[in-house]
């Protein structure tokens, strides 16, 4: 039996343990020797510059491989199933708009710019964001202007989609190559958790994890009144009759599953067996299935939304509801575009940032906030991402059937 390469030793394991350990690590150091785990901070400052690194490529070569390998005229029967995908993901980060406006989060970060400028109102992030769409790209990626970034991408893969098939197999590999080394980066953030838990508890006392708790409970609440409402809605007005049976039955037999496996692409196979039992089509589940785990991110949006706007709050922004609506088409494109790891939406709050002019180092300590609660909100947030994959389709194939 050969032994375990090296690099199956770092991605190895079970992440959401190891993250648990240097979080429990980081609090008892920093309970114990205040100035040692101020010291140690510098692993967390570590991690968060390789996600700041990481996140502009990621973004940028996700993007154009997926809309380059987007198949030209698609079936017409998935178009239905496509609508809900892309307006279930957008009217979620609605909903975690309301939410966070509700119970507004401001969370204890280890460094925070005093001279922050907050835009004043949507007239001024949309010209940002239309100075931002028009940057060199090569300034975009080294500056980190997600939004330029987002732009550029777009363009390319739009262009590349009647690109050669050679040159599409180039973009899937470049796309899984920087996919890998996200994992990598990923794989020490038990490491990473560990110095800014203790610095942060060693700086800002345990109160620090009250703002941690309190962001918590608003992802999870938002999550929920998706789950339990917004889906039930959309799954009505499609089959007009009782949703919450075909509800139930999905969270049920694909929501547990993929709370636990934490990954939407894992959950495929558990879909499709679900999809089957339910009598519908194999050859409209058998792709929307597939599509559905990489674009319909509905948990995904909520967590870019409730995150980026927790950092606006701390930061003293307010958004108003227009900045806030932008917000949300911006949280649903990124959510579409986000990386199938473990916490690949975290690596894009980054762009929803930029609407309010939050650096990119208080955006990345957000992000390692992310990885701190990820031991929960990453499981359900799969779980409604996966669950919805099926639900939609079968409603979609229920109200053809009538």
Not at 62 to 82: F, M, T
Not at 144 to 166: E, M, V
Not at 253 to 264: K, M, P, Y
Request: hydrophobic content about 55%; overall charge neutral; aromatic content about 8%.
């Amino acid at each position: 039996m050969s032994k375990p390469s090296l690099s199956s030793k770092i991605l190895g394991g079970n992440l959401v343990l190891r993250i648990a350990v240097g979080l429990i690590l980081g609090v008892v150091l920093a309970l114990l020797n205040p100035t040692w785990a101020a010291n140690v901070g510098v692993l967390g400052q570590f991690f968060v510059k390789s996600l700041r690194a990481i996140a502009p490529i990621l973004v940028f070569c996700l993007v154009i491989a997926s809309i380059a390998n987007k198949e030209v005229g698609s079936d017409s029967r998935l178009k239905p199933i496509l609508v809900l995908y892309l307006l279930g993901t957008f009217l979620a980060a609605l909903t975690a708009v309301a939410v966070s406006y509700l119970f507004p989060t401001t969370l204890e970060l280890v460094t925070s710019p005093d001279n922050l400028a907050p835009p004043q109102g949507v007239g001024e992030v949309l010209k940002v964001v239309i100075f931002n769409l028009v940057d060199n790209p090569l300034g975009a990626l080294t500056n980190a202007n997600f939004i330029g970034i987002l732009a550029w991408s777009i363009g390319l893969g739009i262009a590349l989609r009647h690109a050669a098939p050679s040159t599409k197999i180039f973009l899937n590999d470049l796309s899984d190559a920087v996919s890998f080394v996200v994992k990598v980066v990923i794989a020490f953030a038990p490491i990473g958790v560990f110095g800014l838990v203790a610095e942060t508890v060693a700086v800002n006392g345990l109160e620090a994890f009250h703002g941690y708790a309190r962001l918590l409970a608003v992802l999870l609440g938002a999550m929920a009144i998706v789950a339990f409402v917004l889906n039930p809605l959309l799954v009505f007005w499609k089959i007009r009759r009782n949703p919450f049976p075909l509800t139930f039955t999905c969270l049920r037999e694909s929501g547990v599953t993929a709370f636990f496996t934490r990954s939407s692409a894992a959950n495929i196979p558990v879909n499709m067996g679900l999809a089957k039992r339910l009598g519908l089509k194999e050859e409209i589940y058998s792709i929307s299935i597939p599509l559905g785990a990489n674009i319909n991110m509905a948990g995904a949006a909520i967590t870019i939304t409730v995150l980026t706007l927790a950092a606006a709050y701390t930061q003293g922004i307010t958004p108003d509801f227009a900045t806030a609506l932008l917000l949300s088409v911006v949280a649903a494109i990124c959510a579409c575009g986000a990386s199938g790891v473990a916490g690949g939406s975290l690596l894009l709050i980054p762009l929803a940032c930029s609407l309010f002019n939050i650096p990119n180092d208080v955006a990345a300590q957000v992000i390692g906030v992310g990885f701190i609660i990820g031991v929960i909100q990453d499981s359900a947030e799969t779980a409604l991402n996966s669950s919805t994959d099926v639900l939609f389709t079968a409603a979609v194939s229920m109200a053809d059937d009538k």
